[in-house]
């Protein structure tokens, strides 16, 4: 059962990265060609999932929507993972300190902000770009890292292994980077997992209503924004980009629900998300 | 108990604070001009000085920030520039149709989370159980918003029983609900997914616990067990999903409200930043950043009020 997850969730998660980079070099049409008169074709022998109410094609506009969804995810995890661990190493370096009474209030204040709300605020000032969705979901990102490695670097502090690092002589930043982080690694890596798959999602809803990729930029969720009007006279368009989402999310989510188990079995009950 | 509650009054004070001078940062600093940035390249320059004159741009930084502050107090939010209205009369309009389609679909999320959470965690290992993880693991990975697309399709444009859209208002109770409830349904999807999956961990937590195994022990059989004591131990992570849940949900129902072109506070402000209207943005970011501040203060409460063990 509990491979089974690994398994399903990394054969998915990988078959859209593989997907997402073929999408370079080959897809089975131009995704910008425009052909009025093959509009909202159903799906056939030349177009796999019909096409769009431009003559487009749907499967290699959905090839090359992988690879949006896919960096934007990937960008705002690196940013979350990259301002965050740094900021609850810290604040679990100095715990119970002023330094760590910032940081955390300093979480609280932007968990305090959907990271639809980010978007608007940054889409007010300089108009929607998926530089928007890819900052708006990383600022989202950061809280989340933060707070997971300060409490999991907070049980390892107490431990001795770290103690005879302090008696060594080694300072909070050496131990933190050389001891801790490499402890908390495995934590980091189901979260982000998991976060990647909040980001795909989160990235469809913002372009779906206009605040993240723009034209001629493919993606998922503007695939989606324009099939809306037109879904009573073709479904598919709607029906392919959603059940995209759907796989890649559900690929991540597996994949994260995997690797905890792999890493740690007694925590194999229920994630808490 | 007290402590507690003055303790949290004051951080939820000072966050509102830092959030306010944030907002008031992006909206009113980072442009430079804020009258020109709303008007456009091409604007006349009288323009610009009659909505410097309106928007009070004249004035520092610091007396604007605290002629805003002042104003939320008093309840005046300044007149959108677009709408040439009360931007308090614009949001007390739209408030009446986001908030209660969060509340809405906060309870439907839970109506069908707790039943769902308990039944898998009873059949623990069991064919129910995992009947139940797979579906929920489905429903977080659906977009809310797609799945509202094909509710309307096929409750809306195929079965007729409610309006595709738009929202009759509340003189008429029992459509304005109808008109509410695919978005609610939609919004409450993934929300039921996670919460049942906590409702599930948090309970088989419980179950393992030794006044568990003390009270069936007893004779007390295993559903008495979990109504007695389990579920209300699990209580304290549910509720705490639950209060992260409704900024989620004020959060999705912005979105949400694009499907079902609902005029709540997220059609608002979809609107109000294509015009670039800051004034309309800024009081109506704000008033939703409050909100979610203001729950995950209350559910901090109502965790003292299930655990007795906090109210010290």
Do not use: C, E, K
């Given at each position: 059962m509990r491979a089974r997850n690994l398994i399903l969730g990394g054969t998915l998660s990988g078959a859209f990265a593989l997907v997402a980079l073929l999408s370079f070099v080959w897809?089975?049409?131009?995704?910008g060609a425009i052909s009025i008169p093959d509009r909202?074709?159903?799906?056939?022998?030349?177009?796999w999932l019909g096409t769009d109410q431009l003559g487009r094609d749907i499967f290699s506009m959905l090839m090359v929507g992988a690879r949006t969804s896919l960096a934007v995810a990937l960008a705002s995890v690196g940013i979350g993972m990259g301002l965050g661990v740094p900021l609850g190493l810290t604040a679990a370096a100095r715990r119970g300190g002023l330094l760590d009474d910032v940081i955390m209030r300093g979480n609280d204040l932007i968990f305090a902000f959907p990271s639809i709300l980010i978007a608007i605020l940054i889409t007010a000032l300089t108009g929607p770009s998926v530089w928007n969705a890819i900052l708006a979901i990383g600022i989202f990102n950061i809280p989340v890292f933060a707070r997971l490695s300060r409490g999991a670097a907070l049980s390892l502090w107490s431990r001795e292994y770290i103690m005879a690092a302090r008696v060594a002589g080694k300072g909070a930043a050496r131990i933190s980077a050389e001891h801790i982080l490499p402890n908390i690694a495995n934590l980091l890596i189901v979260q982000g997992t998991i976060q990647f798959s909040v980001g795909i999602l989160v990235e469809a809803a913002l372009s779906y209503v206009g605040l993240g990729a723009q034209p001629p930029l493919p993606s998922w969720g503007r695939m989606l924004a324009d099939a809306q009007t037109l879904i009573s006279l073709a479904p598919h368009m709607a029906l392919f980009p959603g059940l995209a989402i759907v796989l890649s999310v559900l690929g991540l989510n597996l994949m994260g629900d995997g690797l905890r188990d792999a890493f740690d079995p007694k925590l194999s009950r229920g994630r808490a998300q | 108990m007290l402590m507690r509650f003055m303790q949290r009054l004051f951080s939820l004070i000072v966050t509102l604070i830092v959030a306010s001078i944030l907002i008031f940062c992006v909206i009113e600093?980072?442009?430079?001009d804020p009258a020109a940035f709303m008007l456009g390249?091409?604007?006349e320059p009288e323009a610009v000085a009659a909505l410097r004159a309106q928007m009070g741009l004249d004035a520092g930084l610091v007396a604007r920030y605290f002629t805003w502050i002042g104003g939320w107090l008093t309840g005046d939010f300044g007149t959108s520039?677009?709408?040439?209205?009360?931007v308090a009369e614009l949001i007390a309009d739209r408030v009446w149709v986001s908030l209660p389609l969060a509340l809405y679909a906060l309870g439907l999320s839970t109506v069908i989370a707790f039943p769902i959470g308990i039944v898998a965690a009873m059949r623990r290992g069991r064919a129910a159980d995992y009947g139940i993880m797979g579906a929920t693991q489905l429903g977080i990975a659906i977009p809310n918003f797609w799945f509202a697309m094909f509710l309307v399709v096929i409750?809306?444009?195929?079965?007729?029983?409610?309006?595709?859209g738009g929202f009759p208002g509340w003189h008429d109770p029992v459509a304005a609900i109808r008109a509410l409830t695919l978005p609610a349904i939609s919004l409450a999807l993934p929300q039921a997914s996670i919460l049942a999956r906590i409702m599930r961990s948090a309970l088989i937590d419980t179950l393992d616990e030794d006044y568990v195994r003390t009270a069936r022990a007893k004779g007390l059989s295993r559903s008495g067990v979990v109504r007695a004591h389990a579920l209300r131990n699990a209580m304290i992570p549910v509720l705490t999903i639950i209060g992260l849940q409704f900024s989620f949900l004020l959060a999705g129902a912005i979105i949400i409200e694009n499907v079902f072109y609902l005029p709540g506070l997220g059609r608002l402000l979809f609107q109000a930043i294509n015009q670039r209207d800051l004034i309309v943005v800024e009081s109506t970011v704000m008033l939703l950043v409050m909100a979610v501040v203001v729950v995950t203060f209350l559910v901090d409460l109502a965790y003292a009020i299930v655990d007795p063990r906090l109210r010290r």
């Open positions: 897809t089975p049409h131009d995704v909202m074709l159903r799906p056939s022998a030349d177009h | 600093v980072l442009p430079g390249m091409n604007a520039y677009t709408y040439r209205v009360p409750f809306a444009i195929n079965l007729r029983w409610v309006q595709a």
